[in-house]
């Protein structure tokens, strides 16, 4: 009886890690994946910006 529950807690203790491990590496890949579409978009507002800048100095300087 005391090694069956030895066994549960340590089953118990091992899943409980596995589901913190889980929700830890779910969370950063969130934090990652909001991190790099945020990156993108900023990326492709200052490029749309920057061409649309160069476009109008092309045009001011024709």
């Known amino acids: 009886l005391v090694f069956?529950?030895?066994v549960l807690m340590v089953v118990d203790t091992a899943v409980i890690?596995?589901?913190?491990v889980a929700t830890a590496v779910i969370?950063?890949?969130?934090v990652v994946a909001?991190?790099?579409?945020f990156f993108l978009i900023v990326v492709?507002?200052?490029a749309s910006s920057d061409?649309?800048?160069?476009?109008k100095?092309?045009?001011l300087t024709k």
């Open 51 to 55: 061409s649309s800048s160069s476009s």
């Open 4 to 6: 069956c529950s030895v």
């Open 44 to 46: 492709a507002m200052v």
């Open 34 to 37: 909001t991190t790099v579409f």
């Open 17 to 20: 890690s596995c589901l913190v």
């Open 57 to 59: 100095v092309v045009l």
């Open 27 to 30: 969370s950063c890949l969130v």
